[in-house]
């Protein structure tokens, strides 16, 4: 499983070899840390829970879980997966350990990739900006220019969960699948990402390889 924690830096521009021009999303991808494995005998499910960024302070039950790993990270993610192991220089699959680094170059160039992130926060919207409703007339009089219309019939006499209304926009889960990865630099831990990646900048996203 190739999977690291990244921030989000920005978006840059970058030529392919057929020579077009591609927007890229450049993620400072790890080095992250192994802070703790979980198999089915234990825990009833295989994952791998990675580490990453460094914490000015940290709780004593979050120092004592990332003892072993002798890691401070700032966040913890699980990652989970039937098989949990990276390729070593020999091409031969060996499995992780807590307290292992994994870095930028667990991905090559051409790998897919699905990137889960928090989107931009939009605060308070109404209902043509957070679901793309239509304004109403504003000749003859009509007074009905961006109100919502509708809200439900007067029987059952309330309004139904789920009702498309005025509220906070943004803020939510998002995951984008089938990105490929066109740039990935080992030493300044860097990848590039082709195509837009939920967040704002300096944002933590996921970054998970698909197996294809």
Do not use: W
């Given at each position: 499983?190739?999977?690291?924690?990244?921030?989000?830096?920005?978006?840059?521009q970058?030529?392919?070899?057929?020579?077009?021009?591609?927007?890229?999303?450049?993620?400072?991808?790890?080095?992250?840390?192994?802070?703790?494995?979980?198999?089915?005998?234990?825990?009833?499910?295989?994952?791998?829970?990675?580490?990453?960024?460094?914490?000015?302070?940290?709780?004593?039950?979050?120092?004592?879980?990332?003892?072993?790993?002798?890691?401070?990270?700032?966040?913890?993610?699980?990652?989970?997966?039937s098989?949990?192991?990276?390729?070593?220089?020999?091409?031969?699959?060996?499995?992780?350990?807590?307290?292992?680094?994994?870095?930028?170059?667990?991905?090559?160039?051409?790998?897919?990739?699905?990137?889960?992130?928090?989107?931009?926060?939009?605060?308070?919207?109404?209902?043509?900006?957070?679901?793309?409703?239509?304004?109403?007339?504003?000749?003859?009089?009509?007074h009905?220019?961006?109100?919502?219309?509708?809200?439900?019939?007067?029987?059952?006499?309330?309004v139904?969960?789920?009702?498309?209304?005025?509220?906070?926009?943004?803020?939510?889960?998002?995951?984008?699948?089938?990105?490929?990865?066109?740039?990935?630099?080992?030493?300044?831990?860097?990848?590039?990402?082709?195509?837009?990646?939920?967040?704002?900048?300096?944002?933590?996203?996921?970054?998970?390889?698909?197996?294809?």
């Open positions: 499983m190739k999977a690291l924690l990244a921030t989000k830096l920005g978006m840059t970058l030529f392919d070899e057929k020579g077009r021009l591609n927007s890229v999303t450049l993620l400072e991808a790890g080095p992250c840390v192994v802070t703790q494995l979980k198999d089915e005998s234990t825990d009833g499910y295989q994952a791998v829970q990675l580490g990453f960024g460094t914490a000015k302070k940290i709780a004593k039950p979050q120092a004592g879980h990332m003892k072993k790993a002798k890691a401070t990270s700032k966040h913890l993610v699980e990652f989970r997966n098989a949990v192991a990276t390729d070593d220089n020999e091409g031969e699959t060996s499995s992780l350990s807590i307290g292992d680094t994994i870095a930028a170059d667990v991905f090559t160039v051409g790998d897919m990739v699905q990137v889960v992130g928090i989107s931009k926060g939009k605060g308070f919207a109404g209902t043509i900006k957070r679901h793309n409703f239509a304004r109403g007339p504003k000749t003859h009089g009509s009905n220019y961006r109100a919502p219309g509708s809200i439900g019939a007067g029987y059952p006499q309330h139904f969960k789920g009702q498309k209304m005025a509220g906070r926009m943004g803020g939510d889960t998002i995951t984008v699948k089938n990105l490929m990865v066109v740039l990935v630099d080992a030493k300044k831990n860097i990848i590039g990402i082709k195509g837009a990646v939920p967040g704002p900048k300096k944002g933590l996203v996921r970054v998970q390889g698909i197996q294809q």
